[in-house]
């Protein structure tokens, strides 16, 4: 399969970089006139998938929210990732998956092997386990063409202390040893994987997660991108107070087909609660994000 990386070049190149998430919170569905179970979960998201399919690069559900209403949350979902296939749109699956390499083959099929029933185009990974844990899944998504998203620097506010954190990184048989922030050893870990894959079939297979609104000075995500290859996921957008000049301040601008100081991009905003409030009217959840877009771009 063409790599994700590539996919999603050409997604955001015909439709613009906003990834929209699909994030059905009680209040979303009551706004759609939809009640807060399986059944309302299921005609939200399919509805939205329905609308923005052939008008968004990528579409991001978010696994929590579906798996609150268990066996029946989640066939919901299958259905979401099925109904986007088939409309040709590209699918991050937001579930957040980190565990010892064992368990973490069973996530990874779980989420990026041919014909697994919840496979999706891109996964979310937490590397506190350790980066080396995720193995399975990056080596999955690079046999199968798919792409992994992993948490360096996340949106929330509580989220620094642990990956602002210094750390030792390197040190005997490789690079020498080094104090790194934690989230830029995530960053550099990921690096020389894609480096390691470069114009392979599991080309920039590696992005990562890096929130809008959680630099250093506020207009700074205050990390080294320069060297990953790969895409790079940015929440935060609209309901947790970013907004597009943010995205422009922090990354040089979102449209930049490889990100701005060649970071391998794209650079992928995502908004979920603002653009959804549109709904549920096709129109204008269309316009919401063709507006947005247009802000991303302009
Ligand atoms: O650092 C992170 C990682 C993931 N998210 C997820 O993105 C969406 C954001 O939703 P909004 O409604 O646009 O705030 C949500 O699913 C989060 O779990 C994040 O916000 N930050």
């Not at 590539?6 to 939809?34: K, Y």
């Amino acid at each position: 399969m063409t790599p994700f990386r590539t996919r999603l070049r050409e997604a955001v190149a015909a439709h613009g970089p906003l990834c929209v998430g699909i994030d059905p919170h009680p209040g979303l569905l009551a706004a759609w006139g939809l009640d807060a179970d399986a059944a309302g979960v299921e005609r939200f998201a399919r509805g939205a998938v329905e609308a923005l399919a052939g008008h968004v690069a990528l579409l991001k559900p978010q696994v929590a929210l579906f798996e609150v209403f268990g066996g029946a949350g989640m066939l919901a979902l299958e259905r979401v990732l099925a109904d986007a296939r088939d409309a040709g749109v590209l699918t991050v699956a937001d579930a957040k998956r980190g565990d010892i390499g064992s368990t973490m083959a069973g996530y990874a099929r779980a989420w990026l092997a041919d014909g697994a029933p919840l496979a999706a185009d891109a996964v979310t990974l937490s590397p506190y386990l350790g980066v080396g844990a995720l193995a399975p899944a990056l080596d999955l998504a690079v046999a199968t063409g798919r792409g992994v998203f992993v948490l360096a620097r996340t949106s929330n506010p509580e989220a620094s202390g642990v990956q602002s954190a210094q750390a030792w990184v390197g040190g005997p048989g490789g690079s020498p040893r080094r104090m790194r922030e934690v989230a830029q050893s995530v960053v550099d870990a990921l690096a020389d994987h894609n480096a390691a894959h470069r114009d392979g079939p599991g080309d920039g297979a590696a992005g990562v997660v890096v929130g809008l609104t959680r630099g250093t000075t506020g207009r700074d995500h205050g990390l080294d991108l320069s060297a990953l290859g790969g895409p790079v996921l940015v929440p935060g957008l609209g309901a947790q107070g970013g907004t597009p000049d943010d995205v422009a301040a922090v990354f040089g601008g979102a449209d930049a087909p490889d990100g701005p100081g060649g970071v391998g991009g794209p650079v992928v905003p995502v908004s979920a609660r603002e653009v959804l409030t549109a709904g549920p009217d096709h129109r204008a959840l269309r316009a919401a994000v063709g507006a947005l877009n247009g802000t991303l771009t302009g």
